[in-house]
């Protein structure tokens, strides 16, 4: 697909009979907004709490960029793919870019949040193999997050993760007593214990993640370990929604 496709978040995307969307290619913009007569927008959100010429997207060749024309409001623009990931387009930003392949732009009103939702062109990567030094006496990189999807630890790590895997404006870090249960649903492996569990997000701050929470001793460090580890995997994409799968089904 060689263009952005831009609707509102309540309308279904279908073959351009059903729901108001946009089709718009590299070079071309989109206003939204409430419109009025002599602010022609193309796409109208008739909320009264949004401005009458809100913002623009634009459609560049690998990504799309957002301007914010509100001089008081905030844009956020959620990642739908991502645990989370979102990036805030400031009042009055001039085209900011926007890296999602499909994503949501909340525009806050009195009476909740409206949104559009762009579906943009996937990205392009690098052949395999480029950067690499060919011959037998280089040196490898060591990776920064060496995690086997196999092991037990992973899927404790899906566990913490899997509130905003789930909805990515969840606060939400299970405890390890609720990671025990969700994990005890799983007949393929051995039931894990609170000690097991809390041993595997040890483990994952000391030696895969290779986190430093908060060093002091009491009640708040063990929340302040799973909240560093779900935050650092989902900054860095260790864990993404494929991964729920490891998980038994719930109930």
């Known amino acids: 697909m060689s263009y952005l496709v831009v609707q509102k978040s309540s309308e279904p995307i279908d073959t351009g009979e059903a729901g108001e969307h946009h089709k718009i290619v590299a070079g071309q913009t989109l206003t939204f907004g409430r419109g009025a007569p002599g602010i022609d927008v193309d796409l109208v959100l008739s909320n009264p709490g949004i401005s009458r010429l809100a913002g623009e997207i634009a459609a560049v060749s690998d990504h799309w960029t957002l301007t914010n024309f509100s001089s008081t409001r905030s844009y956020v623009v959620d990642n739908i793919e991502g645990g989370g990931e979102h990036v805030r387009v400031a009042p009055r930003r001039l085209a900011a870019p926007i890296p999602f392949e499909l994503a949501r732009i909340v525009l806050p009103t009195p009476t909740g949040g409206c949104g559009i939702t762009v579906f943009a062109p996937g990205h392009a990567f690098v052949a395999s193999g480029v950067g690499r030094v060919s011959g ?52 393929r492996q051995p039931t894990l214990t609170s000690a097991g569990v809390t041993y595997h997000i040890d483990y994952l701050a000391r030696y895969k993640l290779r986190t ?33 799968a490891l998980l038994p089904p719930r109930r």
Do not use: I, M
């Open 136 to 187: 037998s006496n280089s040196e490898p990189t060591v990776d920064a997050f060496s995690l086997d999807e196999s092991a037990r630890y992973f899927q404790v790590l899906v566990a913490l993760c899997e509130p905003r895997l789930r909805d990515a404006t969840s606060a939400v870090v299970p405890t390890t007593t609720q990671v025990v249960e969700r994990l005890g649903f799983d007949r």
């Open 212 to 244: 430093r929470p908060l060093e002091q001793s009491g009640a708040g460090r063990g929340t302040a370990k799973r909240d560093t580890l779900v935050a650092v995997a989902l900054r860095f994409g260790l864990v993404g929604p494929e991964h729920l």
